[in-house]
């Protein structure tokens, strides 16, 4: 997949009181097949609106888009032949039962009714959804209800995924299933993902490689790896009190004007030197009274992204 300065502007109201928000500013990207590749970045960076452009959805401003030889900016049609999409909505299948969904993407994307219905009997029994697959996907819980279209999209095996978000309200039972689903399609299919998240954990653990997106563009893309040595020799500590924090003591009244504080938890990235020497101080007399908890961790992408000048204090939604 090749994304050559994907331009994207949307464009609301009219006359004076017309606003332009550029939601994709010069976007370029090389995906290579077999990789699970992420698109990491706060509300609003743009990656929807880059997604929706790959999959045909959404025609850019200017810029293109290719997949497997394919110019999806002349030819959207094309799209849905190639990739299999899992958007942050909830489908026109809402009205439809787990097994159903399942069945009638599979019929979309050209199966016979036989091929559909084993097709989707085999993805539901994959993700474990056989106890639920006769009900209807708007009576299911939020988590259900999303690992039931993600079991829609697999059906008709396509060589690309688009999943946005694909985890977002799952239980890590659900979100397991997902993960080893995504990486049996990869063994045996060579099967190429691009997934929307922002869960960082996830990121580091699923991915390949990672373009992290903020306003519109890409500011890094490498392996989550990769992206975490920028802040290497960092580490974050994180300090919880059990009600006011103890001003009274110096060495927290010095903290406060570099920590991040969110009510009662502070974080502070630093040196392990420094990191050792607060925890000394926070851990004895009367900031020890106060303290509820703590803990001293490695860099994650979150803070490597934090480095690359992200806005909005993090990625967390
Ligand atoms: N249909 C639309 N009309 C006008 N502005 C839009 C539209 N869709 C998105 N935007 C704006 O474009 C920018 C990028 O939005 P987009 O949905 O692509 O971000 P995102 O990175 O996917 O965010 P999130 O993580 O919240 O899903 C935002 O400022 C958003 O408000």
Redesign the pocket.
Same mark, same amino acid.
């Given at each position: 997949m090749a994304v050559r300065d994907l331009v994207r502007t949307?464009r /609301?109201g009219r006359g004076a009181a017309a606003t332009e928000?550029r939601?994709n500013d010069g976007i370029s990207l090389t995906v290579r097949q077999g990789e699970v590749f992420g698109l990491l970045?706060p509300?609003?960076?743009?990656? /929807?609106?880059l997604v929706r452009q790959l999959t045909g959805l959404l025609r850019p401003d200017s810029g293109s888009v290719e997949l497997l030889g394919h110019d999806i900016v002349r030819h959207p049609e094309r799209a849905a032949r190639l990739l299999g999409y899992l958007g942050?909505e909830s489908t026109a299948l809402d009205e439809l039962t787990v097994a159903l969904a399942a069945e009638t993407t599979g019929r979309l994307r050209g199966l016979t009714r036989a091929q559909a219905r084993g097709a989707a009997a085999d993805v539901l029994t994959e993700l474990g959804l056989e106890p639920i697959a006769a009900r209807p996907l708007a009576k299911l819980s939020g988590g259900q209800r999303r690992l039931a279209c993600f079991a829609a999209t697999l059906v008709g095996e396509r060589p690309l995924l688009v999943l946005d978000e694909p985890t977002t309200g799952m239980d890590p039972v659900a979100r397991r299933a997902v993960w080893s689903a995504v990486d049996r399609r990869r063994a045996e299919h060579g099967t190429t993902v691009l997934l929307v998240t922002?869960n960082v954990i996830e990121a580091e653990t699923v991915l390949d490689r990672v373009a992290v997106?903020d306003d519109g563009r890409v500011i890094a893309c490498d392996t989550p790896g990769g992206l975490k040595a920028l802040v290497d020799g960092d580490v974050r500590l994180d300090l919880v009190w059990r009600d006011e924090a103890p001003l009274g003591v110096p060495a927290v009244a010095a903290l406060r004007e570099r920590a991040e504080c969110t009510g009662r938890r502070w974080t502070v990235r630093t040196t392990p030197e420094q990191a050792r020497e607060l925890v000394a101080a926070v851990t004895t007399g009367p900031a020890f009274a106060a303290l509820d908890d703590f803990t001293l961790a490695t860099p994650s992408l979150e803070d490597a992204y934090l480095k690359l000048g992200g806005r909005h204090g993090g990625l967390a939604k």
């Open positions: 949307y /609301s928000i939601a970045g509300n609003g960076a743009g990656k /929807s609106t942050q922002h997106v």
